[in-house]
């Protein structure tokens, strides 16, 4: 590479950006690929210094109650697949959104998402951390339309993120960097000019937990958003559009330019990078969005650095408790001593070969001399027993494993402590909730998968033409994309128009739904036989069967014309089923008639027998306890006239107490209101003397006010009289004075 060529700093970028991404994970995924190789690797459950400890001369078996916890949530998570559902928002439609989703699924089922998640799900759980990529490609080497696929990260291990992203999905990640090992003959037929150096790390054993290989390269491919700025217009029919795509006979046809800004923006790019030059781009990619997706199982952020792992980093220790235990407790039966033979010696007199290989070999029977001294057979010496230390340390191992992982044995499908189907269902929901995390991170996964497919759709399928669209059962259908109607001149399933977001839930697969689906219909047809009248062939839809799908269609030319009318909209029936359905129509109007009377003259005749019954018993029992009833009756009669006398006694001494009270009350209410009455206008008064008083006192100081201002006024009349008399006499001094100084002529 020559000295200033623009890729020059390029590299420098990817070398520096990628190793800080490296420095920033190393720890994470150290532990992660520690985790992967406990979790599969045989072995590996037992630690370096435990087995240096042990020698080769004693046994270190493994049982992996730990992978069978994970396949469990995995396995779990295969059953229910979150699904999910793209809705229309800002100047979207739902017709648009429907075909957006349809097409995506289109494109999951063609890119075989669900393998692709089951294949992650595994690192996911397991260690910690799964990925996958959105890419596109050309549909074959022969044609120019583009796909987009989904394809799996094999070793997420490689891909690195922006530690400085705080989403949780990297949504804010300003770059990405994914390194791969490829064969040296793949690098010279893709790169012919480019020597094969590998992209330089400062490990020998990199993070992504594979060993050097002198016959394989290591690239990596930089991603990285690169920012910009553009304006964008807000036009008359309330289109928001890029300045730069716009023709005045656009403006006008639209309506002219109502608002007009500057935002910034960002594109995506990319190139591939060895150890000495950048092999391919800057290129930038057809989307707004990175088209990696790396889930976590859990994720923490303890003092500002970065937490991840699975479900096995905390089963380990239990786990190797229990391959420690279960060793032991097989070492010690093994090395047990062999249970011996009690015998007397006339019993085993000419028979010592035999009784020799007695503990070696499995004889199909054993002689022995009969011994009168000692009745019965030879009887055998009880083994040595396994501690009851190891037994309980094992079983508490076990439990342990559960307590960890919160899998417990009803959810493993093993019978546990519970006894009754609510208990084994509690007992599963309490192990689905313990680990449900890793369901919901792998559901938000998802999700901005199909959020980074909303985004490139758009950019890819960009003309008109015809897709494929997929439902949730799976049927397929075919829509018109980015068409103009003839008619009115709108546009149609404009996917570069409006904007769409995307939920996702978590629940069991379309096909366990439609499984369930079928046989609550059947338990439901099986009770009312109007149900399969009204609805047989929805039920024969929901149903795994062969020639449902024809049986439906059957039925459904069968159903009632009030239903045909419903679900029809426009299909017309042939004239002979429509003549044989009306006749049936009319035959059943005349049965559901009959049996309407038959059924009314029944339930009459049974409303008059239970009557008749009843009278009868009612008669009988008054004929029966009439005469006691009556001295009863009379006695309670007495009784009651003589409480009530009393009673009505107490009511007039009560009622007489009440009118006498409410008198006093009466008059201690008019003395208040006359005390009152009188305090008021005492008041009253006294404010009125008060306010005379005022009045003659702010009359008296206005008069004196008045005459100190006369007083003062004539004050300064004689004051001003004074001074202009002394001013006269002082004046008529002066001249005297110089009259007399004046000098006399001679």
Request: glycine fraction near 6%; include cysteine; charged fraction near 30%.
């Amino acid at each position: 590479m020559a000295k200033g060529d623009k890729n020059e700093d390029l590299l420098v970028r990817v070398r520096r950006r990628t190793k800080i991404m490296m420095d920033a994970d190393r720890e994470n995924r150290q532990a992660a690929l520690a985790d992967l190789e406990f979790l599969h690797v045989p072995g590996k459950q037992w630690d370096d210094l435990t087995k240096k400890e042990r020698g080769l001369d004693r046994p270190m078996y493994e049982f992996n109650k730990t992978r069978v916890t994970v396949k469990r949530v995995v396995n779990d998570m295969r059953a229910n697949r979150p699904q999910g559902k793209v809705r229309a928002t800002e100047d979207g439609d739902t017709p648009t959104a429907n075909v957006f989703e349809g097409l995506i699924r289109n494109i999951w089922a063609n890119a075989d998402g669900d393998t692709v998640i089951d294949y992650e799900a595994e690192y996911q759980v397991g260690a910690g951390m799964g990925a996958w990529r959105v890419t596109v490609d050309y549909a074959d080497d022969e044609a120019f339309e583009q796909k987009i696929g989904i394809d799996p990260i094999r070793n997420p291990f490689c891909l690195y993120s922006d530690p400085a992203a705080q989403d949780f999905l990297k949504r804010d990640a300003q770059d990405w960097s994914l390194t791969e090992k490829i064969s040296k003959g793949s690098h010279k037929a893709r790169w012919p000019d480019a020597e094969p150096v590998d992209f330089e790390t400062d490990t020998e054993f990199d993070d992504d937990g594979e060993w050097e290989d002198e016959d394989r390269v290591r690239i990596c491919e930089y991603w990285w958003k690169e920012p910009y700025e553009k304006e964008i217009v807000l036009l008359g029919n309330g289109v928001t559009a890029d300045a730069k795509d716009l023709t005045p006979a656009l403006v006008e046809i639209a309506g002219g330019i109502v608002k007009q800004r500057k935002v910034k923006c960002h594109k995506i790019m990319t190139c591939i990078a060895s150890g000495q030059s950048i092999l391919e781009g800057p290129n930038e990619w057809a989307g707004t969005m990175f088209p990696f997706v790396q889930i976590y199982g859990e994720y923490v952020v303890i003092d500002g650095k970065t937490h991840w792992f699975g479900l096995t980093r905390f089963a380990k220790d239990a786990q190797r408790a229990y391959n420690y235990s279960r060793t032991n407790a097989i070492e010690s039966v093994a090395l047990a001593p062999q249970a011996k033979w009690w015998a007397t010696v006339k019993q085993a007199l000419g028979l010592d070969a035999q009784w020799a290989d007695a503990n070696k070999k499995n004889f199909p029977f054993l002689l022995y001399n009969p011994d009168e001294k000692a009745p019965g057979p030879p009887q055998r010496m009880g083994g040595a027993d396994v501690p009851i230390a190891l037994v309980q340390e094992m079983q508490m191992s076990s439990d342990d494993i559960k307590a960890v992982t919160g899998i417990f044995d009803a959810s493993l499908g093993q019978q546990g402590n519970e006894t009754s189907g609510k208990a084994i269902n509690a007992r599963q929901r309490q192990g689905e909730i313990a680990t449900f995390n890793y369901m919901d991170n792998m559901a938000k996964g998802i999700r901005r998968t199909w959020e980074i497919l909303i985004d490139l759709v758009p950019q890819i399928y960009d003309t008109q033409r015809s897709v494929r669209i997929l439902g949730t059962d799976g049927a397929e259908n075919y829509a018109e994309i980015n068409t103009i109607d003839p008619e009115t001149g709108q546009a149609l399933n404009d996917l570069s128009r409006g904007r769409y977001d995307v939920a996702v839930t978590v629940g069991p697969s379309f096909a366990t739904l439609r499984q369930e689906a079928a046989e609550a219909y059947g338990e439901i047809a099986s009770r009312d036989p109007n149900v399969m009248a009204a609805a047989g062939d929805l039920i024969f839809k929901s149903m795994d069967l062969p020639y449902a799908e024809q049986i439906a269609e059957r039925m459904q030319v069968m159903l009632p014309q009030p239903i045909q009318k419903m679900i029809g909209k426009g299909k017309a029936m042939p004239p002979e089923v429509q003549a044989a359905m009306a006749q049936v129509d009319q035959a059943m109007q005349m049965v559901d008639q009959k049996s309407q009377l038959v059924l009314a003259a029944e339930q009459q005749l049974k409303e008059l027998e239970a009557q008749v019954k009843t009278d009868a018993a009612n008669a009988k029992l008054a004929t029966a306890s009439v005469k006691t009833s009556e001295a009863q009756l009379r006695a309670e009669l007495d009784s009651a006239k003589g409480e009530l006398a009393l009673a009505q006694q107490k009511l007039d001494a009560d009622r007489q107490l009440l009118v006498r009270e409410t008198e006093n009350a009466i008059l201690k209410i008019r003395l208040a209101q006359q005390t009152a009455s009188q305090s008021l206008l005492s008041e009253a008064h006294s404010l009125d003397s008060q306010q005379v008083q005022a009045e003659h006192s702010l009359e008296s100081h206005a008069r004196d006010v008045q005459d100190a201002v006369k007083d003062g006024k004539h004050a300064l009349e004689k004051q001003a009289t004074s001074n202009a008399v002394q001013n006269m006499q002082a004046a008529h001094k002066q001249d005297m004075k110089a009259k007399a100084e004046k000098p006399k002529p001679k």
